[in-house]
């Protein structure tokens, strides 16, 4: 759901939001013409349709006034990130010292009501800090976009116009029911919103009013906002009485196929394997399954992930994002910190890097489908494959080395 905007604001500064949506609209106008109607034709059918789903004609106007479409949502929209992270990258800057030591000292400030929702739903005070961590940098960082506007962009736009229509009507309601104002109403460029980055769907779903005021407020009411995310996490499976999972250490030879969120064993089957701890004592004797992942490759930590991880996965389903609130979380009680370090050499690729690996596996036959630059679930089984037919350890990681080794295979 989460979707990080470049441009952001400190929750201080809400109250500029206003004088930011009369500056974005005039940014790049040239690319906001791509619906196939014009935008202002376009906005009748959908303020038609919004009334006959019940939301008021006095909601609509006031939400609707001086939306124009934002040229730096679609720039957004469009933009293809030249390199992708590595694991140590995103986890450095994730999980920063500053960010430990804050958590900390939040964990201590908000204890009780991060105990009365721990109460409610289950889900332990230093995960719901680590998810406020990541989000929004602990609500500092909330995204400087006016909701309504940027989803009427996306909405209008031919892209993924339907999955934000349905997105902008439930905006609507929110307003609607009076939840927030529609000047204070802000997100990230593509709607996610408040110290959660809930987008509206979410909330329709899942946020709470945690301080009984009758409003939700996941911008500016920390029971709402904590309430909302114990709720959500609870609904997605979160277990109260698990962590999220744990770094390990493979045995020699360890069989490398194994290690995918796909496969399920239970911590038992895993220590007879000869899965340890990382300080290579027995694995814990608790009753419940988990995978072994390799967020990094062969050459990188194990991980022995629980349900708590899938968890996360459905808040967002990046893997790195899911170790990063997993390891923020253990960080925050002193626990977990890694014993594998970042290699030497490591870095990001870019994409042309990516393209140079696809062009290579498709070349030497292993068909990873139309270079695109991004490693997705296709291009590392297509990478698994090759090299286990060079006999190299199968973690299926897109790697600077294995770039290389790609490059320079005759075939
Ligand atoms: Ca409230």
Redesign the pocket.
């Known amino acids: 759901m989460k979707q990080f905007s470049p441009l952001v604001l400190s929750k201080r500064s809400r109250r500029s939001i206003a004088f930011l949506s009369a500056f974005l609209p005039a940014l790049a106008f040239s690319q906001a013409a791509q619906g196939a109607e014009p935008f202002d034709v376009w906005l009748q059918g959908l303020k038609a349709e919004a009334l006959a789903k019940g939301i008021s004609a006095a909601t609509l106007d006031t939400a609707f006034r001086d939306v124009a479409p934002i040229g730096k949502v679609l720039e957004y929209d469009r933009k293809q990130p030249e390199f992708s992270q590595t694991f140590w990258t995103y986890l450095n800057r994730a999980v920063s010292e500053e960010r430990i030591s804050r958590g900390k000292a939040l964990l201590r400030k908000h204890a009780a009501l991060l105990a009365e929702v721990e109460d409610k739903y289950g889900v332990q005070p230093r995960f719901l800090v680590a998810f406020w961590g990541l989000e929004t940098n602990y609500g500092d960082y909330t995204g400087g976009f006016p909701v309504i506007a940027a989803l009427a962009t996306l909405a209008h736009d031919e892209r993924r116009a339907e999955f934000f229509r349905a997105e902008l009507f439930h905006a609507l309601r929110i307003l609607d029911e009076g939840h927030i104002a529609p000047a204070e109403m802000s997100g990230s460029w593509a709607g996610a919103m408040g110290q959660t980055q809930f987008m509206p769907s979410t909330f329709a779903g899942y946020a709470t ?9 996941i911008w500016g ?1 920390l ?2 906002v904590f309430h909302s995310a114990g709720h959500y996490l609870a609904s997605v499976g979160w277990k109260g009485d698990e962590t999220w999972g744990r770094e390990v250490k493979l045995p020699p030879g360890f069989d490398l196929d194994l290690t995918q969120l796909a496969i399920k064993k239970h911590i038992s089957e895993w220590q007879a394997l000869g899965v340890r701890r990382a300080n290579g004592a027995d694995l814990p004797a608790a009753d419940i399954e988990g995978s072994v992942i390799l967020p990094a490759g062969a050459k990188g930590p194990a991980f022995l992930v629980y349900q708590n991880f899938r968890s996360t996965l459905v808040w967002n389903r990046s893997i790195l994002y899911a170790a990063a609130v997993g390891y923020l979380a253990d960080r925050f009680v002193d626990r977990g910190r890694l014993v594998a370090t970042q290699p030497p050499g490591d870095k990001p690729l870019s994409r042309s890097d990516v393209i140079s690996l696809q062009t290579n596996l498709n070349r030497l036959g292993f068909d990873v489908g139309e270079p695109d630059g991004v490693a997705g679930s296709m291009t590392r089984k297509g990478l698994r494959d090759y090299q286990r037919a060079r006999g190299l350890p199968p973690d299926g990681h897109p790697s600077s080395e294995m770039v290389e080794i790609l490059a320079a295979d005759p075939g």
Not at 210 to 216: L, P, R, S, T
């Open positions: 009013d945690g301080d009984g005021d009758g409003k939700i407020d009411s029971p709402d």
